[in-house]
């Protein structure tokens, strides 16, 4: 069976960063994502607005270097939670939850990294959790081609 779903899309709000019990962090956040077609009277495209929530250190990296507005890449799986409301009614509610996320732009201030990508470690679900890779990782690149590694 496969489960896995990629979306690309601009963030709702910024993404509330809490934490469980045991100190895992977990994300949440909002992306809205454009549909690829508009309606049947050609008008404007529709819009989804689709939940999703990053785990440990991807949900990290989705708090600090992401905000309301950005673009962004989610790759997972989806999830379908049932929940009961205020009144006993049974619910349902769909949610992308994050294995991968990556910029799906380039940086538009100083200061933020222009490229890059956090995948959750292997076995991160099973209570494994990797060392959170430190700030230094992106490295700021002139316009100059000749700096470029390849």
């Keep these: 069976m496969l489960n896995h779903i990629t979306i690309m899309g601009r963030l709702t709000r910024d993404p509330e960063l809490r934490r469980t019990g ?11 994502v454009d ?21 440990r250190q991807t949900g990290e990296f989705v708090s600090k270097y992401f905000t309301k507005g950005s673009m962004i890449v989610v790759s997972g799986r989806l999830q379908i939670r049932g929940w009961t409301d205020k009144e006993g009614n049974k619910r349902r509610s769909a949610e992308v939850v994050a294995d991968n996320v ?10 933020t990294p222009s490229a890059g990508s956090y995948s959750a470690p292997a076995g991160s679900f099973g209570g494994y959790a990797a060392p ?5 990782d992106f490295a700021m690149l002139e316009d100059d081609d000749a700096q470029l590694p390849f």
């Design 22 to 32: 045991s100190g895992i962090a977990v994300a949440s956040f909002t992306v809205a």
């Design 132 to 136: 959170a890779a430190p700030a230094s």
């Design 35 to 55: 549909r690829d077609f508009s309606g049947r009277d050609g008008g404007e495209r529709e819009t989804d607005f689709i939940d999703c929530v990053a785990w």
């Design 102 to 111: 990556y910029f799906g732009e380039s940086k538009r201030s100083e200061g």
